[in-house]
């Protein structure tokens, strides 16, 4: 791995979390005790704990006093985690606890957590609290702190998707699928357009302006015609397992409305094309 792409994988590991953020940057200054992290950030020493934890694991923070008690204990940067820092200053700040995050030549691709605390909440109820936050253990983001409003970098929500398929699933797609047909329609942002009394066609039209406020990357162009309509992805990147998950929805919304159909994937950028193009019939 180049320099230049270690940073940018650290960089979307730190932005990630909310907490490992404002830790690092707090260490920018001078090295710093964990209480002292703790009362400049605002942040609860437990997760200061944790994050330093995670930091140190990535190699972007230091222990610097390892002889010392667990409260005495001195942490600073290291040279991965300078760099890190002033790549953050350089593009400026992509972590945004609430509201639209801002687009620039640098932004992060950002997901709007909703969809991920309305998976969460089914899965709590429908597995278990206990089983789903050992299943989501890994996840670099806590997913008891997270809102509705809270806006996760797109490889922490795929992280989230591939950990469920892989510790709650089956090991296919198609879990993923099922499981966001079931509860994507539930989301605030599409439920509040689904419940609308307006045909079909209608709604559809309405899809890119929905797309729009849940994710700040890509775009979506719909075309309809009699009974049938693509919608066509462009400039993304999307992994698969968010591939699985906009199918599901788009079959969500149509079982939601109470129309019989069916979903089509038939373009994909992973295979060359110019865009993900996913078609609904009925």
């Known amino acids: 791995m180049s320099i230049r792409d270690r940073i940018w994988s650290d960089f979307s590991f730190v932005v990630s979390s909310g907490y490992r953020e404002r830790v690092l940057t707090s260490l920018e200054v001078s090295p710093k005790l964990p209480r002292q992290l703790a ?12 994050s330093l ?7 972007l923070v230091e222990c610097l006093t390892p002889s010392a008690r667990s409260h005495g204990r001195l942490y600073g940067l290291t040279g991965s985690g300078s760099r890190v820092v002033t790549y953050m200053q350089n593009r400026g700040r992509h972590s945004s606890p609430e509201g639209k995050p801002p687009k620039s030549a640098g932004f ?12 969460i909440r089914h899965l709590k109820a429908t ?7 050992d299943a989501l253990e890994g996840w670099s983001v806590d997913p008891e702190e997270l809102t509705a409003d809270t806006w996760l970098t797109a490889d922490a929500f795929d992280e989230f998707l591939e950990l469920l398929v892989a510790k709650l699933g089956n090991g296919s797609y198609d879990f993923l ?4 047909a079931r509860v994507i329609p539930t989301v605030t ?3 509040e357009q689904i419940i609308k009394v307006i045909p079909l066609t209608a709604l559809i039209e309405r ?7 849940e994710v700040n990357y890509g775009r979506i162009v719909v075309k309809s015609g009699h009974r049938e309509a693509a919608f066509m992805h462009y400039d993304w990147l999307p992994a698969p397992a968010f591939c699985a998950a906009v199918h599901g929805t788009y079959e969500g919304i149509l079982r939601a409305r109470g129309v019989e159909g069916t979903v089509t994937k038939t373009r994909c950028v992973r295979s060359g094309d110019d865009r993900c193009e996913y078609v609904v019939k009925w």
Request: hydrophobic share 35%; net charge positive.
């Open 207 to 213: 899809a890119p302006a929905v797309y729009s406020r």
């Open 177 to 180: 699928r099922t499981l966001c």
């Open 127 to 133: 597995r278990g609290r206990e089983v789903l936050l």
């Open 189 to 191: 942002s599409v439920r």
């Open 108 to 119: 992060v691709p950002k997901i709007r957590a909703d969809s991920a605390v309305s998976l």
């Open 53 to 59: 934890r995670e930091l140190g694991k990535r190699g």
């Open 39 to 50: 009362k400049e950030t605002n942040v609860r020493v437990s997760h200061v704990s944790r």
